[in-house]
C-alpha cells in the first residue's frame, strides 16, 4: 500500500472551508492509503505565538480532525514536535541544501518581507518539512498550491541526498487537492473563505455556535438576479453557496437548481443554513466527546511511538552514510 502522510498547522479556527476543501478528500484517501497525519507545531513556531494558546489548539486540532472523520484505525496521528529526531534529520538535510534553494522559496520571500525580524526558522521551514515527509518514505503528500513547491523541494533534497550518499528516501510527489471543491468567503465570495481572516461574517468556523452559522448564511452576499444558478463570474455569492449544500448533501449542482427553480434567495439561504447547521452539530458532538477523553491521549501515544521508530531507523542510516557515527 503506498503511504500518503499530511502535516496541519495550527494556525487560526479550522472552517468549512477546509471540510469540505480539504478534509473531506483525506477521509476518503485513507481507505486506499497507509495515512500519516499530524500536526506541525515546530512549523507554528516559525513565526510568534502566544503559547497557552498554541497548546490548546494543537489538542484541539487533532480532535476536530477525528470528529470530521479521520480513522484513528486508519490513520497513524501525531505531534510533530513530540518525535526529536525529525528535528534531528532536518539539521543533517539542512547541510545538503543550499542557501538558495531555501532562500529562493515564494512563501520565505513573501513572509520574509512581511516582517524584518522574521525568524532563521523561517528560512528552514521547508527544510524541516522535508524531514517530516523523507523520514517514513511517504510516496503521496496532500497539500495546498501553497505548500507544492516545499514537496518539490522535499523531492529535490532527496533526490541528491541518493545521490551523494546511495539510496535513502523515497522521492515523494505532491498531490494537489485541485479536485478538492473550494469554498470561499460568503461576504467577498470572490475571496477563499481562510481560518486566519479577521472579519469573520464571511467564515464559519466548525467552532461556531449554530445560530451563528445560520445568521453568516442568511445575511451571505449575493447578487440582484433573482435565480438560483450556478455561474460563478455574475452569481459567485449563489454558486458558493451551490457548492456548499452539494458536497454536504451528495445532491448535484443540477438536482439543486431544479430544486428551487422559481424560488427566492431566502428559501434556500435557509435551506444551506439547515444542511450546515445539521453537519456542523454532528461534528461538534463527535468532537466534545474526544477532547477531554483518555482515548485522544492514547490515539497519539499510539500515533508517536510508531512515528518515533521510523525517524530514530531513518536517522541512524543518515548519520551512517554521513560518517557521524561512532
Ligand atoms: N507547511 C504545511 C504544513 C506541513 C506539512 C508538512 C504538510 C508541515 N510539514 C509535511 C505536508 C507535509 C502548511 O502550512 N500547511
Avoid: W
Avoid at 476543501?21 to 515546530?42: E, H, R
Avoid at 480513522?71 to 505531534?79: A, L, V, W
Avoid at 528560512?123 to 513547491?149: E, F
Wanted: net charge neutral; proline share 3%.
Amino acid at each position: 500500500m503506498k503511504r500518503i502522510l499530511t502535516g496541519l498547522k495550527p494556525t487560526g479556527d479550522l472552517t468549512l472551508g477546509n471540510y469540505i476543501g480539504a478534509i473531506k478528500q483525506m477521509v476518503s484517501m485513507q481507505n486506499k492509503y497507509d495515512s500519516y497525519l499530524f500536526v506541525a507545531d515546530l512549523h507554528a513556531l516559525t513565526v510568534k505565538q502566544d503559547s497557552e494558546e498554541l497548546k490548546m489548539r494543537i489538542r484541539k486540532f487533532i480532535a476536530m480532525y477525528i470528529a470530521c472523520g479521520i480513522d484513528p484505525e486508519k490513520n497513524t496521528i501525531y505531534i510533530q514536535s513530540e518525535n526529536e529526531y525529525i528535528p534531528a534529520m532536518s539539521y543533517l538535510l539542512e547541510c545538503t541544501t543550499t542557501y538558495g534553494e531555501a532562500s529562493r522559496m515564494i512563501q520565505f520571500k513573501e513572509k520574509s518581507k512581511e516582517n524584518a525580524n522574521f525568524s532563521v526558522g523561517l528560512l528552514t521551514y521547508p527544510i524541516l518539512m522535508a524531514a517530516d515527509i523523507l523520514y517514513c518514505d511517504a510516496d503521496y503528500v496532500p497539500v495546498g498550491i501553497d505548500q507544492k513547491q516545499h514537496v518539490e523541494l522535499a523531492r529535490n533534497i532527496a533526490e541528491r541526498f541518493n545521490n551523494r550518499y546511495g539510496k535513502t528516501f523515497t522521492l515523494p510527489e505532491p498531490i494537489l487537492n485541485e479536485t478538492g471543491t473550494k469554498i470561499y468567503d460568503l461576504k467577498v465570495p470572490t475571496k477563499k473563505m481562510s481560518k486566519t481572516e479577521e472579519n469573520p461574517v464571511g467564515v464559519i468556523s466548525l467552532f461556531d455556535t449554530l445560530e451563528d452559522i445560520t445568521k453568516k448564511i442568511m445575511r451571505s452576499t449575493t447578487d440582484s438576479i433573482g435565480i438560483i444558478k450556478y455561474d460563478i463570474e455574475n452569481q459567485p455569492g449563489i454558486s458558493n453557496l451551490l457548492t456548499i449544500a452539494s458536497s454536504l448533501t451528495n445532491k448535484s449542482i443540477k438536482d439543486l437548481e431544479r430544486e428551487f427553480e422559481g424560488k427566492g434567495y431566502g428559501e434556500f439561504k435557509k435551506y444551506v443554513a439547515l444542511v450546515v447547521t445539521e453537519e456542523v452539530s454532528k461534528i461538534q458532538d463527535k468532537y466534545s466527546k474526544i477532547i477531554n477523553s483518555k482515548e485522544l491521549d492514547e490515539i497519539l501515544d499510539k500515533g508517536i511511538e510508531k512515528s518515533r521508530k521510523l525517524a530514530k531507523e531513518k536517522e541512524k542510516i543518515m548519520k551512517e552514510k554521513m560518517g557521524t557515527i561512532r
